[in-house]
């Protein structure tokens, strides 16, 4: 089995930066395209960053400007990093990974983390 892992979320006033991490535990060969997701409750789920194998990213309009996702060289571990955060940036945020191949020849499709959370105040 596979998990990732967030950290780096915490508390702080609007016009503030954070940075997230999403480390990945396991047997792990490789890791295909990955996202940042945001959980607000009573909200659907909503989608803050992406990322793929190769390293382009895309954001929604709401974010631009604002954050940025990267990875480590090794294609596993991802990064947001969030600056000039706004109250509306306030919930849990969930890394995720569409397919992880694992040693052994096995692979798992729609990897979530559990989240960190991300409180901003104003």
């Known amino acids: 089995q596979v998990q990732l892992v967030e950290s780096g979320g915490g508390l702080v006033q609007a016009g503030g930066s954070l940075r997230l991490s999403c480390v990945p535990k396991g047997n792990i060969l490789r890791i295909g395209d990955m996202a940042w997701y945001l959980q607000v409750p009573g909200k659907q789920r909503q989608l803050v960053a992406t990322?793929?194998?190769?390293?382009?990213?895309d954001y929604p309009e709401s974010v631009k400007g604002r954050f940025t996702v990267s990875r480590d060289s090794d294609k596993k571990t991802m990064y947001l990093q969030m600056d000039s955060l706004e109250p509306e940036d306030t919930g849990v945020y969930l890394c995720?990974?569409?397919?992880?191949?694992?040693?052994?020849?096995?692979?798992?499709?729609?990897?979530w983390g559990l989240g960190t959370q991300v409180t901003v105040s104003s």
């Open positions: 990322i793929t194998r190769s390293g382009l990213a």
């Open positions: 995720n990974a569409n397919q992880i191949w694992v040693a052994g020849g096995g692979n798992e499709h729609s990897v």
